[in-house]
């Protein structure tokens, strides 16, 4: 781990979903430099083992912790699900933020008591949701789905096509309804399509999206480390992917406005390198 307040911050998906908390922590954090790896190379992880994420994570966080980062966003829920735990216990002084499915303000702030989660089979299926279910949710009624197909039709850029509506609608009708009124996206892929969502439930759902609540979590934990950057510059941002390096290149300006070179990594076992 890095003690620099200088350091990168490095931010992990299976794909393009994490440039939903990238965005989130670039708007609240403009000065620090930031590390975004796609594994673009296994997506998408949700149909994976647990055992098989974990070991993909951990490759991850590796690389990240060799390149000097202060802190690491695992910004996928799957992978949160299946190795933040894990991670923790083998880097026990490196710093991790995980994401956690949005079930709590979701059941504070729905009206009729009737909540929907989209996540991957993986997530539901975790210990970390199932947690956050025992915690948070006494008093509502969870309605859940796993969009088969939606995390792929992102990676593509298809945000509204016909198909990607279709996956979306045959999720949501049923849970529209049922009288479900807040809607929580358990995959960082989804808020990409937010707008498709919003369209299909003509705005009868409050749709939570984690990023920013993630976003400031890292703020939070670079204070109490005393590793918040304060630099007259803006933050650079590096992107890299285990995939098709111009493929995602290409999807960046339409995903969150940014033109950028994206360098491809290589996995050799479980380990990344530099192609």
């Not at 016909?162 to 049923?174: N, V, W």
Request: net charge negative; proline share 6%.
């Amino acid at each position: 781990m890095s003690n620099k307040p200088s350091a990168p911050i490095g931010i992990y998906d299976s794909g393009v979903g994490g440039l939903t908390v990238l965005r989130a922590v670039r708007s609240l954090l403009p000065d620090e430099d930031l590390i975004y790896f796609a594994d673009q190379a296994n997506v998408p992880y949700g149909n994976r083992s647990l055992n098989e994420v974990r070991g993909l994570a951990e490759g991850a966080a590796s690389f990240f912790i060799s390149q000097g980062a202060k802190l690491i966003v695992i910004a996928c829920n799957t992978a949160s699900a299946a190795a933040l735990k894990h991670l923790r216990g083998l880097f026990p002084d490196y710093p991790f933020v995980g994401m956690e499915p949005a079930v709590k303000p979701a059941a504070e702030q729905t009206l009729s008591g009737k909540v929907g989660v989209l996540a991957t089979p993986s997530t539901f299926q975790g210990e970390l949701y199932a947690s956050v279910v025992e915690r948070f949710a006494h008093d509502v009624q969870l309605y859940q789905a796993t969009c088969p197909g939606l995390v792929q039709q992102i990676e593509n850029g298809h945000l509204n096509t016909p198909q990607t509506r279709k996956i979306l609608e045959d999720a949501l009708e049923p849970m529209l309804q049922e009288g479900v009124d807040t809607l929580v996206m358990g995959c960082t892929h989804f808020p990409f399509v937010i707008p498709l969502i919003s369209e299909i439930a003509g705005g009868k759902v409050n749709v939570i999206d984690p990023a920013p609540a993630i976003a400031r979590q890292v703020k939070r934990v670079l204070e109490t480390r005393g590793l918040l950057t304060k630099r007259i510059r803006a933050g650079k941002m590096v992107f890299l992917t285990s995939g098709d390096a111009e493929k995602m290149q290409v999807l960046l300006p339409k995903l969150i406005a940014v033109e950028a070179e994206v360098e491809q990594l290589l996995w050799e076992g479980g380990t990344l390198r530099v192609l």
